[in-house]
């Protein structure tokens, strides 16, 4: 999930697990999603991303699940490593040249 | 391609001091973008362009200004730096046309104002 304020939301998971990080998005009339991996010190990485006229898209090892009627969007990270710690943003965008709109972001903390 | 680089990496300015974030791209994008992140929190737009000469607003623009002369190169501007533009600087880029909406982000300017 998402909060304001100074602390993310951390996502702790044991190394091989499944991680599934959330994201709820706030504009209906949204078309392209996105996911960054950002790792400390560094910026923004592209993970995958997926358009509103699909609801699932595979990449290796991740995944993304859409959900318009919730405006809902998840990342899952199969078999979850070391490699995966960092921050995780969603982003989205009305396409055209719009801007992408960035959430707030999640933690994720693999445990070894 | 070297992709997005910024430079400087790490800056400290005094309070009223002013100073140019560089950032250049090397893929042929059309559209730039410069945002900032502030210590656990998302990234804010200042500005973007959508080609050269052309640049808007974001939704942070005050105290910032762009301009956008080429293609490649899309500066930031600070004239009168203060503290609550201490943050990290990220500069991104991303070609025009549908079905490529992914923006590349360079390495990030960390600024600190004193």
């Known amino acids: 999930g998402e909060s304001v304020g100074l602390h993310l939301p951390t996502l702790s998971v044991q190394e091989g697990d499944n991680s599934i990080i959330n994201c709820a998005y706030s504009n209906s009339a949204s078309d392209y999603f996105i996911w960054y991996k950002q790792e400390s010190g560094k910026g923004p990485q592209f993970i995958i991303d997926?358009?509103?006229?699909?609801d699932k898209r595979q990449g290796q090892r991740v995944t993304v699940l859409l959900n318009k009627t919730v405006k809902h969007l998840s990342l899952q990270i199969a078999a979850t490593q070391p490699g995966d710690s960092a921050v995780y943003f969603c982003a989205e965008s009305v396409g055209g040249n719009t801007p992408l709109v960035f959430g707030k972001g999640t933690r994720l903390s693999v445990i070894a | 391609n070297a992709g997005v680089t910024q430079t400087p990496k790490f800056r400290i300015l005094k309070i009223g001091q002013s100073m140019t974030l560089q950032c250049t791209q090397d893929?042929?994008?059309?559209?730039m973008y410069w945002y900032r992140q502030d210590p656990g929190m998302g990234l804010k737009l200042i500005y973007y362009s959508v080609g050269a000469g052309i640049t808007d607003k974001g939704e942070v623009p005050n105290g910032y200004n762009v301009s956008r002369s080429t293609t490649e190169d899309f500066p930031l501007r600070l004239e009168l730096a203060a503290p609550s533009q201490t943050s990290v600087y990220f500069c991104?880029?991303?070609?025009?046309?549908?079905?490529?909406?992914?923006?590349?982000f360079g390495p990030g300017t960390r600024l600190t104002v004193l």
């Open positions: 893929m042929n994008h059309n559209y």
């Open positions: 991104a880029s991303r070609q025009s046309g549908r079905g490529t909406d992914t923006q590349y």
């Open positions: 997926i358009r509103s006229n699909m």
